[in-house]
């Protein structure tokens, strides 16, 4: 199986910051991942898919890159509706595994 | 508009079975391929299983912690994906979402979410 890992677990943040956050996969899933952001009671949102590509809807501060084994979501100025967690997501295998999430809050 | 609407949740104890629906409208049900993942309280994400479109072979694949015990189903006519859970253990409490994703690919994401049902599982 393929484990996905993120860093940080978490962060403090303010509006208007530039956020990074990675993701790491045990081996190497080319381009095959994919970003989501979970508010509280919500299910989770589609931000980026094939690592760089932005879903429709989705505001264009929200950019991600990579490929192989490391990934990141970058936030160029943090939104007060940001606030939420974020987990990347491998589909280079059909088990779908996620990261354990990174949970963006206010500083 | 595309709607995911699961049902089926509730208190059961452990050992029992609960069968869940995800009802669907708003996109070609049979060209896509349903999926379950589960949150457990306060935790993340976990892939559940799937079942392929038919033009894929109908097959499915589960998540190591409920092969043997869950199996997910379809009725395309009706446009409905199924997740029985047999031999339901504590662990297996969690809000349960469905989703689907094109068979075709290359690229699998997913940009549609039901609102998710709750299983509780205790005695």
């Known amino acids: 199986d393929i484990q996905m890992t993120q860093s940080p677990s978490s962060l403090s943040a303010s509006v208007g910051d530039r956020v990074t956050i990675t993701c790491r996969a045990s081996r190497n899933i080319n381009n095959y991942l994919n970003w989501y952001q979970q508010k509280p009671g919500k299910a989770p949102k589609l931000l980026i898919y094939a690592a760089v590509n932005l879903q429709s809807g989705v505001p264009s501060h929200f950019s991600g890159s990579g490929s192989g084994t490391d990934f990141t979501l970058t936030i160029s100025s943090l939104q007060p509706e940001d606030f939420a967690t974020y987990y990347c997501?491998?589909?280079?295998?059909?088990?779908?595994?996620f990261g354990p999430g990174t949970k963006v809050d206010i500083k | 508009e595309v709607q995911l609407v699961e049902s089926g949740g509730g208190l059961v104890k452990p050992g029992r079975s609960l069968r869940l629906s995800c009802t669907s409208s708003g996109f070609k049900f049979g060209d896509y391929s349903m999926t379950w993942f589960r949150q457990a309280p306060g935790k993340g994400l976990e892939w559940v299983g799937l079942i392929r479109s038919k033009g894929f072979g109908g097959t499915t694949e589960y998540a190591a912690s409920v092969k043997d015990r869950f199996i997910i189903s379809r009725d395309d006519s009706n446009k409905i994906a199924y997740l029985l859970m047999n031999s339901l253990k504590t662990e297996d409490t969690a809000l349960y979402y469905c989703t689907y994703y094109h068979s075709g690919g290359p690229y699998y994401y997913f940009e549609n979410w039901g609102q998710g049902t709750l299983v509780t599982v205790s005695s």
């Open positions: 997501q491998q589909s280079y295998t059909t088990l779908f595994t």
